[in-house]
């Protein structure tokens, strides 16, 4: 209900987000007075949202919106939002960028590319079980059950699967039975409980999840893991006004004292602006090999 009402809230028909600018030539521009940033349920909305709130108060300052948070009931949901203008940017996985590339109308651009905190673990997908399985490797999940986090997760889904099929497995084939648990928590907390007996998940969640007390470190252990996934991109839509495009450039890759500190505690510590649609093929390489169509 909260994911609900902070992206109605942003939705306006008669332009109510966007205000009329002479510029010098004396034409009539529209710049966006309200600006609505979609991001990912990698965990609990409301935790998405405090864990952004810095960041979302940064925006705000730097491009002189007003900033309005959005977090999708699923992974495929921000593309959605996006596909019918009720989102303007996006912060969200790899997979969920290629998804958008084919579903979103008026086309998105990736403009930037979220760093990781120096130190951090490698971005990748991590196949666990609990701590006391007999299992140690991904041959040994045959006959076992096993949970991906969403079908558009990049970490779990995308490139788990990538790398199951590059093993040989065929996970409804091989594995007694494929649930998708809705969000990295979750399939985190599935295994621990005993309700699957293998994970696929984010390297990035686990140790937070820890680190807040979510699980016991040594209540798990990891079996495998991915190649390295490219990062983070962060699209816009193409048909914005060039002004606000500008703006919001601007604020995510002006790398300033005020931009590290609103990132603290996302895990991330700034922004690459190198970052383009040929960037990504990798993921569009593990769609094709994990024989996974891009779709909402």
Request: aromatic fraction near 8%.
């Amino acid at each position: 209900a909260l994911s609900c009402a902070l992206v109605c809230a942003g939705c306006s028909g008669d332009g109510e987000t966007t205000k009329n600018n002479a510029d010098s030539t004396g034409q009539t521009q529209q710049q966006t007075q309200t600006l609505r940033l979609g991001l990912s349920p990698n965990e609990d909305s409301a935790e998405v949202l405090k864990k952004y709130e810095a960041f979302t108060n940064y925006l705000a300052e730097a491009t002189g919106m007003e900033v309005e948070p959005f977090v999708g009931a699923d992974y495929t949901a921000v593309v959605e939002a996006l596909n019918s203008g009720h989102l303007d940017v996006a912060w969200f996985g790899p997979s969920e960028y290629v998804l958008a590339t084919d579903i979103v109308n008026s086309g998105v651009e990736a403009f930037a590319a979220a760093i990781q905190e120096e130190g951090s673990v490698p971005y990748q997908s991590m196949f666990i079980v609990k701590a006391d399985s007999p299992m140690n490797s991904l041959e040994d999940i045959k006959g076992h059950s096993l949970a991906f986090t969403d079908p558009a997760s990049t970490s779990g889904h995308i490139f788990g699967r990538y790398t199951l099929v590059q093993t040989g497995i065929d996970p409804e084939e091989d594995c007694s039975q494929v649930i998708f648990s809705g969000s990295q928590d979750a399939c985190l907390l599935a295994v621990v409980n005993s309700q699957v007996e293998v994970g696929c998940v984010s390297s990035r969640n686990l140790q937070g999840f820890v680190e807040s007390g979510m699980v016991e470190e040594d209540s798990y252990k990891v079996i495998a893991t991915s190649v390295e996934i490219p990062p983070d991109p962060i699209a816009m839509r193409s048909d914005l006004p060039q002004e606000t495009k500008d703006a919001i450039k601007e604020a995510f890759l002006n790398d300033t004292p005020e931009l590290e500190n609103a990132l603290e505690g996302t895990g991330f510590a700034k922004f690459d602006g190198s970052v383009n649609d040929d960037s990504y093929q990798l993921v569009r390489d593990a769609y094709e090999v994990a024989g996974v169509t891009p779709e909402l």
